[in-house]
């Protein structure tokens, strides 16, 4: 058996805390983490450390915290740790050629599609909401690109039609840390097969932003149900009842797209019962089942009419 790796573990999130346990579940040696600084959270803006960070500590491993990696200073103390491979998972920091030049084997990343498709910082998020009927985690060799290195390893997955990003980013993390044990047993062995990456294949996922959320009725009941599954649960999707009040959005969680043409202008509700709130689209009909009123918590929508019927009166046209 190869020897284990000496390993530098970099990422924030969630997501990057399950894989930095599958390395730890490993039998190669996690010699140092990197996260990003402690951030302002919660109601009292405490200042609070990653997952990552907390899952370091609990197994004491020393952890490094630098706002960039773009310095001497921290490059040297990266250098000094010797690493023979440095795993980048979710980290939001760029790493520049003098660190992925540092460790022996280089840098892996473990992104969340199936590359080139959906290059960049939201990858599982675009998957959900332009309808892909599959997604992945591609395991690659670092370079100085936006995830435009080297593939060495990719596992697929469905999405269903029911989906979130949420369902798909827990999946993705269960499937991610076995794929990315395996590919460093292939980098320790050498038999690792590096796989360009089809340049003229490649989308980009841009991050997401709030006002990206909001529903626009024109567009197809299909289309807006992939939108609020793909900001399900960050940013969430939204829609105004009244364009006078800009500052009161009510947010949608959960609708159902359904197969009908009403005949009705793009907006219009034309159903309201304990099934849900039907809205005309541009071509269907979007059900609405789980709404948050600005100022309240999500609420089933039977809830919501048993209280505030007026606000969803069949006839009204929403903007």
Same mark, same amino acid.
């Given at each position: 058996?190869?020897?284990?790796?000496?390993?530098?573990?970099? $990422?924030?999130?969630?997501?990057?805390?399950?894989?930095?346990?599958?390395?730890?579940?490993?039998?190669?040696?996690?010699?140092?983490?990197?996260?990003?600084?402690?951030?302002?959270?919660? &109601?009292?803006?405490?200042?609070?450390?990653?997952?990552? +960070?907390?899952?370091?500590?609990?197994?004491?491993?020393?952890?490094?915290?630098?706002?960039?990696?773009?310095?001497?200073?921290?490059?040297?103390?990266?250098?000094?740790? +010797?690493?023979?491979?440095?795993?980048?998972?979710?980290?939001?920091?760029?790493?520049?050629?003098?660190?992925?030049?540092?460790?022996?084997? $280089?840098?892996?990343?473990?992104?969340?599609?199936?590359?080139?498709?959906?290059?960049? @910082?939201?990858?599982?998020?675009?998957?959900?909401?332009?309808?892909? /009927?599959?997604?992945?985690?591609?395991?690659?060799?670092?370079?100085?690109?936006?995830?435009?290195?080297? !593939?060495?390893?990719?596992?697929?997955?469905?999405?269903?039609?029911?989906?979130?990003?949420?369902?798909?980013?827990?999946?993705?993390?269960?499937?991610?840390?076995?794929?990315?044990?395996?590919?460093?047993? !292939?980098?320790? %062995?050498?038999?690792?097969?590096?796989?360009?990456?089809?340049?003229?294949?490649?989308?980009?996922?841009?991050?997401?932003?709030?006002?990206?959320?909001?529903?626009?009725?024109?567009?197809? @009941?299909?289309?807006? %149900?992939?939108?609020?599954?793909?900001?399900?649960?960050?940013?969430?999707?939204?829609?105004?009842?009244?364009?006078?009040?800009?500052?009161?959005?009510? &947010?949608?969680?959960?609708?159902?797209?359904?197969?009908?043409?009403?005949?009705?202008?793009? $907006?219009?509700?034309?159903?309201?019962? /304990?099934?849900?709130?039907?809205?005309?689209?541009?071509?269907?009909?979007?059900?609405?089942?789980?709404?948050?009123?600005?100022?309240?918590?999500?609420?089933?929508?039977? %809830?919501?009419?048993?209280?505030?019927?007026?606000?969803?009166?069949?006839?009204?046209?929403?903007?």
């Amino acid at each position: 058996m190869s020897k284990a790796l000496r390993i530098v573990f970099a $990422g924030t999130p969630e997501f990057a805390a399950i894989h930095l346990q599958a390395l730890l579940d490993s039998r190669h040696e996690v010699i140092a983490v990197y996260t990003q600084p402690d951030r302002p959270a919660g &109601r009292g803006r405490k200042l609070t450390p990653s997952p990552v +960070k907390e899952l370091a500590l609990e197994h004491n491993l020393p952890v490094y915290q630098p706002k960039s990696l773009r310095n001497e200073e921290a490059q040297q103390e990266l250098a000094a740790l +010797k690493p023979d491979l440095m795993v980048v998972v979710a980290y939001g920091l760029l790493l520049p050629k003098e660190v992925l030049d540092t460790p022996v084997h $280089g840098c892996i990343n473990v992104h969340g599609s199936i590359l080139p498709r959906w290059r960049g @910082a939201a990858p599982i998020q675009r998957a959900v909401g332009c309808g892909d /009927k599959e997604s992945g985690v591609t395991i690659m060799q670092m370079d100085e690109g936006l995830d435009t290195g080297d !593939m060495l390893l990719k596992v697929t997955c469905p999405i269903n039609a029911t989906d979130t990003s949420q369902d798909l980013y827990d999946r993705l993390a269960v499937m991610g840390g076995p794929a990315l044990v395996e590919t460093i047993e !292939m980098i320790a %062995d050498g038999t690792v097969q590096p796989e360009k990456q089809d340049n003229s294949l490649a989308t980009y996922a841009h991050k997401m932003t709030k006002e990206e959320g909001r529903v626009d009725w024109s567009q197809p @009941a299909s289309q807006l %149900d992939c939108q609020i599954r793909c900001f399900n649960p960050w940013p969430v999707a939204w829609m105004l009842q009244d364009e006078n009040a800009p500052d009161k959005p009510t &947010r949608i969680w959960e609708a159902e797209p359904i197969a009908e043409n009403t005949g009705k202008a793009p $907006g219009t509700i034309v159903k309201a019962d /304990k099934q849900g709130i039907d809205i005309a689209c541009g071509e269907g009909v979007l059900r609405l089942k789980k709404l948050q009123l600005a100022g309240s918590k999500a609420m089933g929508t039977q %809830d919501i009419l048993n209280s505030r019927k007026e606000m969803f009166a069949v006839g009204v046209v929403l903007p």
